[in-house]
């Protein structure tokens, strides 16, 4: 849903509050990631700036109240820039003992503990592993602590409607975000009218929902007393005029996608194969087929890339997209793609690995995978997301990278980026220089060479069934020019050096200073979705008067030519990487710099104050 910001001098006064984070946490069939995202749109909607960050389990339902089950879902907003989800929540609520205890650990000392009591039964409270009732026992003294029936006050709500009591308790999210909207000032109609259109085959059900929603914020205007439950106003964010929507990370990806497809004058074709977080991807672009996109769910990942390699052959943009183990199974294709010299961008949405590992956890750990994983010399340069909002235009950036320089191009997102939301000015897409293909479709003065090259090193694309332009590709090592097969020693030297000399001479802008000046005491290096926690570590140190300064890469291969000089003018550099140390080792080969680690790698993004604390250490 989009909304458009205007210039008002009211927006622009000094906010009432500067920023509150909120962690909805329940059972995995509490919709708490659907509560999140609906508190997201209203937040949207009241013009504060956001991030979010769902958390939710691996399994598809696992037993109801168990600790591994947990669904969680974070939002930080504020009235000014917001480029993280936040370190410790200010507002904690907790549906039932689990959630209770998975999360109160987190908890900023102080906050605010919004419990359902009705759910801390004996039999949840043995499940979540407590040996005496948490609300009754002060083990929560150090945070304040609220105590609802949230469970039996929608009961009470719905019960007009004559709900059995599963379908009756599944209305309470929509209390507790009734209750959400009260505390933080927000306009309930347009969750009113999402929930008419969302359950608008049946009627019953949507007003059921729209009592406990209302009965949820008229408990918070009723019971406004002198204890933990206060209303608080957060005031707009400044921001430029313009249309805005939020964005998922998913969504920006695949919106980039055909961007960049609307750009080179392509047809799109996607082969995909569900994996999580990457599955995203398939859902939003098979919506878009007005867009000449074609999507094609494939029996497996083999299949799904060698489908978009196929289309590439045929002249459409070929995209496929996975996660780590999905990408390794492309593996053996992308070396395909490679020797065929075709274009093709593959996303790939990092996870928790190796193997299946944590399918639903963030993580960093496919950057060796991205540029060395694949057998033989099979060269292919490599972009980063940040953020949302920056996979829109990475996505662009791998499309035009990949139909100039006739070379397959890998886009790394991770799952916090994949599903966290932010809000997003919608571009105006005739600003952006287009990159038209340009066909090969006679025979060149010299006849025909299909691995004939241009000024960048690329061959020509041509179309199957080309009159006069008939020629064959495959995997076997290919003769210079002719494309024949050719088992030369020479020739593979040859056509080896070739295919590294392409990729190696990729043009990308220079490197730049986040944050900072070019030179001093300490570089804070990152890639991909560190940006929001390095960014705002760096911003509070530097306001401290402390010598620090951000470097965030979206080119990960090849990289920027400056960035060697730059990174030696400053005398130590930390490279924060929610995995053992990937890019460290990467940068320390190219440039022989002494890049130190710090590593994460628990499944959840960095925290600011962590890479404050190496700030701290570092210039000690």
């Given at each position: 849903?989009?909304?458009?910001?205007?210039?008002?001098?009211?927006?622009?006064?000094?906010?009432?509050?500067?920023?509150?984070?909120?962690?909805?946490?329940?059972?995995?069939?509490?919709g708490m990631q659907l509560t999140g995202?609906?508190?997201?749109?209203?937040?949207?909607?009241?013009?504060?700036?956001?991030?979010?960050f769902p958390d939710f389990p691996a399994?598809?339902?696992?037993?109801?109240?168990?600790?591994?089950?947990?669904?969680?879902?974070?939002?930080?907003?504020?009235?000014?820039?917001?480029?993280?989800?936040?370190?410790?929540?200010?507002?904690?609520?907790?549906?039932?003992?689990?959630?209770?205890?998975?999360?109160?650990?987190?908890?900023?000392?102080?906050?605010?503990?919004?419990?359902?009591?009705?759910?801390?039964?004996?039999?949840?409270?043995?499940?979540?592993?407590?040996?005496?009732?948490?609300?009754?026992?002060?083990?929560?003294?150090?945070?304040?602590?609220?105590?609802?029936?949230?469970?039996?006050?929608?009961?009470?709500?719905?019960?007009?409607?004559?709900?059995?009591?599963?379908?009756?308790?599944?209305?309470?999210?929509?209390?507790?975000?009734?209750?959400?909207?009260?505390?933080?000032?927000?306009?309930?109609?347009?969750?009113?009218?999402?929930?008419?259109?969302?359950?608008?085959?049946?009627?019953?059900?949507?007003?059921?929902?729209?009592?406990?929603?209302?009965?949820?914020?008229?408990?918070?205007?009723?019971?406004?007393?002198?204890?933990?439950?206060?209303?608080?106003?957060?005031?707009?964010?400044?921001?430029?005029?313009?249309?805005?929507?939020?964005?998922?990370?998913?969504?920006?990806?695949?919106?980039?996608?055909?961007?960049?497809?609307?750009?080179?004058?392509?047809?799109?074709?996607?082969?995909?194969?569900?994996?999580?977080?990457?599955?995203?991807?398939?859902?939003?672009?098979?919506?878009?087929?007005?867009?000449?996109?074609?999507?094609?769910?494939?029996?497996?990942?083999?299949?799904?890339?060698?489908?978009?390699?196929?289309?590439?052959?045929?002249?459409?943009?070929?995209?496929?997209?996975?996660?780590?183990?999905?990408?390794?199974?492309?593996?053996?294709?992308?070396?395909?793609?490679?020797?065929?010299?075709?274009?093709?961008?593959?996303?790939?949405?990092?996870?928790?690995?190796?193997?299946?590992?944590?399918?639903?956890?963030?993580?960093?750990?496919?950057?060796?995978?991205?540029?060395?994983?694949?057998?033989?010399?099979?060269?292919?340069?490599?972009?980063?997301?940040?953020?949302?909002?920056?996979?829109?235009?990475?996505?662009?950036?791998?499309?035009?990278?990949?139909?100039?320089y006739m070379t397959p191009v890998m886009?790394?997102?991770?799952?916090?980026?994949?599903?966290?939301?932010?809000?997003?000015?919608?571009?105006?897409?005739?600003?952006?220089?287009?990159?038209?293909?340009?066909?090969?479709?006679?025979?060149?003065?010299?006849?025909?060479?299909?691995?004939?090259?241009?000024?960048?090193?690329?061959?020509?694309?041509?179309?199957?069934?080309?009159?006069?332009?008939?020629?064959?590709?495959?995997?076997?090592?290919?003769?210079?020019?002719?494309?024949?097969?050719?088992?030369?020693?020479?020739?593979?030297?040859?056509?080896?050096?070739?295919?590294?000399?392409?990729?190696?001479?990729?043009?990308?802008?220079?490197?730049?200073?986040?944050?900072?000046?070019?030179?001093?005491?300490?570089?804070?290096?990152?890639?991909?979705?560190?940006?929001?926690?390095?960014?705002?570590?760096?911003?509070?140190?530097?306001?401290?008067?402390?010598?620090?300064?951000?470097?965030?890469?979206?080119?990960?291969?090849?990289?920027?030519?400056?960035?060697?000089?730059?990174?030696?003018?400053?005398?130590?550099?930390?490279?924060?990487?929610?995995?053992?140390?990937?890019?460290?080792?990467?940068?320390?080969?190219?440039?022989?710099?002494?890049?130190?680690?710090?590593?994460?790698?628990?499944?959840?993004?960095?925290?600011?104050?962590?890479?404050?604390?190496?700030?701290?250490?570092?210039?000690?």
């Amino acid at each position: 849903m989009a909304t458009v910001v205007e210039d008002r001098a009211e927006d622009r006064q000094s906010p009432l509050s500067d920023a509150v984070v909120v962690r909805f946490a329940g059972d995995s069939g509490d919709g708490m990631q659907l509560t999140g995202g609906q508190f997201t749109l209203s937040t949207a909607l009241a013009g504060n700036d956001l991030a979010t960050f769902p958390d939710f389990p691996a399994e598809i339902r696992a037993p109801q109240g168990t600790l591994f089950g947990v669904s969680a879902f974070q939002i930080n907003f504020g009235s000014s820039e917001i480029t993280t989800a936040g370190d410790a929540p200010d507002v904690l609520v907790a549906m039932n003992p689990a959630a209770l205890k998975t999360n109160v650990g987190v908890l900023k000392l102080g906050g605010l503990i919004i419990a359902d009591e009705g759910e801390f039964n004996d039999r949840n409270l043995a499940k979540a592993k407590y040996d005496a009732n948490p609300l009754e026992d002060g083990s929560l003294a150090k945070w304040q602590l609220l105590k609802l029936n949230i469970s039996q006050a929608t009961m009470d709500a719905v019960k007009p409607f004559g709900l059995g009591n599963k379908e009756a308790l599944r209305c309470k999210n929509m209390w507790t975000l009734g209750l959400a909207l009260w505390m933080f000032d927000r306009d309930r109609q347009p969750l009113t009218e999402w929930l008419k259109a969302k359950f608008a085959k049946d009627p019953n059900l949507a007003e059921a929902n729209i009592a406990a929603l209302n009965a949820g914020h008229a408990y918070g205007e009723t019971a406004e007393l002198a204890g933990p439950l206060k209303q608080h106003h957060v005031a707009p964010a400044p921001a430029e005029p313009g249309l805005y929507r939020t964005l998922t990370g998913a969504e920006g990806i695949a919106l980039g996608l055909v961007a960049g497809a609307q750009l080179a004058h392509l047809p799109m074709f996607f082969g995909g194969y569900p994996i999580t977080p990457a599955s995203a991807i398939l859902h939003h672009l098979s919506r878009l087929k007005e867009y000449d996109v074609t999507t094609f769910q494939a029996e497996d990942e083999i299949a799904a890339i060698c489908s978009a390699i196929g289309a590439s052959y045929a002249g459409s943009l070929g995209v496929t997209s996975s996660s780590g183990p999905g990408i390794a199974l492309k593996g053996e294709a992308m070396g395909l793609a490679i020797m065929t010299e075709l274009p093709l961008v593959i996303v790939n949405s990092q996870r928790g690995g190796p193997s299946t590992g944590l399918p639903t956890k963030t993580e960093q750990s496919d950057l060796y995978q991205a540029v060395y994983g694949r057998n033989g010399d099979a060269p292919m340069p490599v972009i980063a997301a940040r953020s949302p909002g920056d996979a829109f235009e990475c996505a662009i950036e791998a499309c035009r990278i990949a139909v100039q320089y006739m070379t397959p191009v890998m886009l790394l997102t991770d799952g916090y980026i994949a599903n966290a939301a932010e809000p997003w000015k919608v571009p105006d897409l005739t600003a952006y220089e287009a990159f038209p293909v340009e066909f090969l479709t006679q025979v060149p003065e010299g006849g025909f060479k299909p691995y004939g090259r241009d000024e960048k090193l690329a061959r020509p694309w041509v179309k199957p069934g080309t009159p006069d332009l008939l020629h064959r590709i495959g995997g076997i090592e290919k003769e210079i020019d002719t494309g024949h097969i050719n088992y030369a020693p020479e020739n593979h030297q040859a056509m080896t050096d070739i295919r590294k000399a392409k990729i190696d001479g990729v043009k990308v802008p220079d490197q730049i200073v986040e944050l900072g000046a070019e030179g001093g005491k300490l570089a804070i290096v990152g890639w991909g979705s560190t940006y929001g926690p390095i960014h705002q570590a760096v911003r509070r140190k530097r306001a401290e008067g402390k010598d620090v300064s951000q470097i965030h890469l979206r080119h990960i291969w090849p990289l920027p030519a400056n960035l060697g000089e730059l990174l030696k003018s400053y005398d130590k550099v930390i490279v924060p990487e929610m995995n053992t140390g990937q890019l460290k080792t990467v940068l320390r080969d190219q440039y022989l710099v002494d890049a130190k680690p710090l590593n994460k790698v628990s499944g959840q993004p960095f925290r600011i104050t962590e890479i404050e604390a190496a700030i701290e250490e570092a210039l000690q």
